[in-house]
């Protein structure tokens, strides 16, 4: 089970750090990622990181905004986001993947998602 939170409205230019708790599977042996998802662009890949946290990819639409982190002590993945803007509004989710990749994969396993909404 992934469990987000941490999602909220908030001005452009302003900053959310988003948490994800993962259970009931070996959290440290798999790669994560984030998703969003909106009505209208469908779902795009934001950030991915390794099992170990030692190596992270970034969509170029976040890079030098966003950050991807995880504690596997505390079975947790996180995403910090400064520097907002309207276009990052978005059903927020993070996935189990079975290898550390950009992009979508089919059977990449999902949490239920957190809304973030960036509007003045």
């Known amino acids: 089970q992934l469990v987000e939170s941490g999602g909220g409205s908030v001005q452009p230019g302003n900053s959310l750090s988003l948490s994800c708790v993962g259970s009931?599977?070996?959290?440290g042996s798999w790669p994560m990622k984030w998703v969003r998802q909106t009505p209208g662009k469908g779902s795009e890949?934001?950030?991915?990181?390794?099992?170990?946290?030692?190596?992270?990819r970034y969509n170029e639409a976040v890079k030098g905004r966003f950050t991807i982190s995880r504690d596997n002590s505390k079975n947790t993945l996180y995403l910090q986001m400064n520097s907002l803007k309207p276009e990052d509004t978005a059903q927020y989710f993070c996935?189990?993947?079975?290898?550390?990749?950009?992009?979508?994969?089919?059977?990449?396993?999902w949490g239920q998602g957190t809304q973030v909404t960036v509007s003045s």
């Open positions: 996935t189990k993947t079975n290898t550390f990749t950009s992009g979508l994969n089919d059977d990449d396993y």
């Open positions: 009931g599977f070996p959290f």
């Open positions: 890949w934001v950030s991915s990181i390794n099992s170990d946290g030692t190596h992270t």
